[in-house]
T-cell receptor
Framework: GAGVSQSPSNKVTEKGKDVELRCDPI?????LYWYRQSLGQGLEFLIY????????KSGLPSDRFSAERTGGSVSTLTIQRTQQEDSAVYLC???????????FGPGTRLTVT | AQTVTQSQPEMSVQEAETVTLSCTYD???????LFWYKQPPSRQMILVIR??????QNATENRFSVNFQKAAKSFSLKISDSQLGDTAMYFC??????????????FGQGTILTVHP
């Protein structure tokens, strides 16, 4: 079946602009995660959605970052007033439930100039 | 808070040989799962193997096996008969099954493995 998809695959934006990154999880997966992968800093947890529960936003680095998940499926990560330090690969993952294996999308490479 | 440490930034191995990647973790949780993920140059993260902490038997998946030492909080990955396609960044990851970090994966810094022909 189809895996996790993310769009766009690459995004170049100017400092100060807003960007939206999209994630389509595997159908039927109730848990959805966003991570950030910066060069030399490994993977950093950002936010986690589980079913209809309130999302765990504890990993969001600032209030410029927000995410939503509509209809328990597609998720959008929004970064407002982008800064150069936001440049990274943003990975989305989904799983059947919180403790099952997470399946990752190919990521969106964000470059802020 | 959980931490995962991979002390080998880079490793290399000859094709068909065996290599072991190290991982240690720190947690106060007693129940958790551990994973090894592989990220080839294509950037796609792929699950390699999973270990439940309550199981004493080490997980095995074809050429991949783990040495799980719960008391030592160690979780190493052994790759046997290395193949060129094994060239990738390997991440060790931890997920607690309870507590405030329930459901959140914590990753190590990664080990770049290069398999030479």
């Amino acid at each position: 079946g189809a895996g996790v998809s993310q769009s766009p695959s690459n995004k170049v934006t100017e400092k100060g602009k807003d960007v939206e990154l999209r994630c389509d999880p595997i159908s039927g997966h109730t848990a959805l995660y966003w991570y950030r992968q910066s060069l030399g800093q490994g993977l950093e947890f950002l936010i986690y959605f589980q079913g209809n529960s309130a999302p765990d936003k504890s990993g969001l680095p600032s209030d410029r970052f927000s995410a939503e998940r509509t209809g328990g499926s597609v998720s959008t990560l929004t970064i407002q007033r982008t800064q150069q330090e936001d440049s990274a690969v943003y990975l989305c993952a989904s799983s059947r439930d919180s403790l099952y294996e997470q399946y990752f999308g190919p990521g969106t490479r964000l470059t802020v100039t | 808070a959980q931490t995962v440490t991979q002390s080998q930034p880079e490793m290399s191995v000859q094709e068909a040989e065996t290599v072991t990647l190290s991982c240690t973790y720190d947690t106060s949780e007693s129940n958790y799962y551990l994973f090894w993920y592989k990220q080839p140059p294509s950037r796609q993260m792929i699950l390699v193997i999973r270990q439940e902490a309550y199981k004493q038997q080490n997980a095995t998946e074809n050429r991949f096996s783990v040495n799980f030492q719960k008391a030592a909080k160690s979780f190493s990955l052994k790759i046997s008969d290395s193949q060129l396609g094994d060239t990738a960044m390997y991440f060790c990851a931890f997920i607690p099954t309870g507590g405030t970090s329930y459901g959140k994966l914590t990753f190590g810094q990664g080990t770049i493995l290069t398999v030479h022909p």
